[in-house]
C-alpha cells in the first residue's frame, strides 16, 4: 500500500518549534540528526551550512504519516509561501490541550486553528467513533494554482 511519509517544515527557532510540537500539540520526538554541511538533494533548502532535522509524530515512522522540521544554523526567519494551508489533526487530548493555548482560535465547537512559531497552521479536532484507532494526522491543505501540473 502506498503511502505518504511526512511533511517538511523549515523551522527558525528550535526550541520554541519543539515545545510548540511537543507541549501543545502532544507529539513526541522520534528522532533528531545534525549535519555538518548541506544536503545535497537540497533537504534542507538551499543552503550549504550545518542544519538538523527532527522527526516529530504521534506514532513510529514506518506506520504513521509524521512531520520533519528542518532548521538551518544561520538562519533566523522564513517567508511563507501560499502553498501550505494546513495540517488537520484528530485527537481528543491535543483537542483539549489546544483549546487552552494562548493562541488558540475557536472556529467552531469541534475544531481550533493554531499556528506553530513560524506561521504554519494547524486544525485540531476530537476523535470521532470512526478515526479511533488511526492516524492523528489525517490531512495535509495544499494550495495549486494548477492542479493537473501538480498532480
Known amino acids: 500500500m502506498t503511502r505518504a511519509l511526512h511533511y517538511v517544515f523549515k523551522i527558525a527557532n528550535r526550541k520554541m518549534s519543539h515545545d510548540f510540537f511537543v507541549d501543545v ?3 513526541k520526538v ?9 544536503c545535497k538533494a537540497t533537504c534542507n533548502g538551499p543552503y550549504d551550512g550545518k542544519w538538523s532535522k527532527t522527526m516529530v ?15 538551518n544554523y544561520p538562519v ?14 484528530r485527537s481528543t487530548d491535543v483537542f483539549e490541550n489546544c483549546k487552552n493555548y494562548q493562541m488558540a482560535v475557536v472556529i467552531a465547537n469541534d ?8 506561521g504554519h497552521k494547524f486544525y485540531i479536532s476530537p476523535n470521532t467513533p470512526e ?3 488511526r492516524d492523528s494526522i489525517y490531512k495535509v491543505k495544499l ?9
Open 25 to 27: 500539540l502532544k507529539m
Open 30 to 38: 522520534l528522532r533528531h540528526e545534525e549535519f555538518e554541511e548541506g
Open 131 to 133: 478515526s479511533a484507532g
Open 57 to 71: 509524530g504521534y506514532g513510529s515512522e514506518d506506520d504513521h504519516f509524521v512531520l520533519e522540521l528542518t532548521y
Open 143 to 151: 494550495t495549486t494554482s494548477d492542479l493537473k501540473k501538480t498532480v
Open 111 to 118: 475544531e481550533v486553528e493554531i499556528e506553530d512559531p513560524d
Open 76 to 89: 533566523s526567519s522564513y517567508k511563507l509561501g501560499n502553498d501550505f494551508r494546513g495540517i488537520c489533526i
